[in-house]
T-cell receptor
Framework: SQTIHQWPATLVQPVGSPLSLECTVE??????LYWYRQAAGRGLQLLFY??????ISSEVPQNLSASRPQDRQFILSSKKLLLSDSGFYLC???????????FGSGTQLSVL | GDSVTQMEGPVTLSEEAFLTINCTYT??????LFWYVQYPGEGLQLLLK?????DKGSNKGFEATYRKETTSFHLEKGSVQVSDSAVYFC????????????FGTGTKLQVIP
């Protein structure tokens, strides 16, 4: 069966520090991968999606970047965090032809 | 662009009460519609979906009907339980080449014994 792992669960970082959140998927090949952010009082905002290794598309301009160094690994990064980067970050995957998203358990990021 | 509007919470109900969470959408094409649920401390998981007009999605006693004429997909359950306490997200996916899903803001449901 397929599983998705996302870590860390919580993270407190000072403004200006770097960020690296990692997400891995097991039990499937060539998944579509996604990073969403859930800010307080707002819905989930799609940040990045990837349909293959090295293929990253950004939905909104921002202080963050994403990389997909391996088929089932998706990394969210920042060189210098801003206060506005605080939020709940969710990684998700879907099968190539499927509509259903499978989510990780999320990372609560607090930038202070 | 696509958007989803759902009722603000939190919604507090007594056990066995009837639940309705309203959701309306705006989309240019013919989207699929979803309800996702997020239990405390967990990621989101799909609750139910409907892919075309008049379809009814159902799961775990929850139902929602795809109403194209009113662009709505309201979530209902006849008798809620404490274990239904969670945040519920209405969502739609467009017909693009990848699964771009647009979410509403979420509605927190608290069921008290």
């Amino acid at each position: 069966s397929q599983t998705i792992h996302q870590w860390p669960a919580t993270l407190v970082q000072p403004v200006g520090s770097p960020l690296s959140l990692e997400c891995t998927v097991e039990g499937t090949s060539n998944p579509n991968l996604y990073w969403y952010r859930q800010a307080a009082g707002r819905g989930l905002q799609l940040l990045f999606y990837s349909v293959g290794i090295g293929q990253i598309s950004s939905e909104v301009p921002q202080n963050l970047s994403a990389s997909r160094p391996q088929d089932r690994q998706f990394i969210l990064s920042s060189k210098k965090l801003l206060l506005s980067d605080s939020g709940f970050y969710l990684c998700a995957w879907s099968a190539e032809e499927g509509e259903k998203l499978f989510f990780g358990s999320g990372t609560q990021l607090s930038v202070l | 662009g696509d958007s989803v509007t759902q009722m603000e919470g939190p919604v507090t109900l007594s056990e066995e009460a009837f639940l309705t969470i309203n959701c309306t959408y705006t989309a240019t094409g013919y989207p699929s519609l979803f309800w996702y649920v997020q239990y405390p401390g967990e990621g989101l998981q799909l609750l139910l979906k409907a892919t075309k007009a008049d379809d009814k999605g159902s799961n775990k006693g929850f139902e929602a009907t795809y109403r194209k004429e009113t662009t709505s997909f309201h979530l209902e359950k006849g008798s809620v339980q404490v274990s239904d306490s969670a945040v519920y997200f209405c969502a739609l996916s467009d017909s693009g080449g990848y699964q771009k899903v647009t979410f509403g803001t979420g509605t927190k449901l608290q069921v008290i014994p």
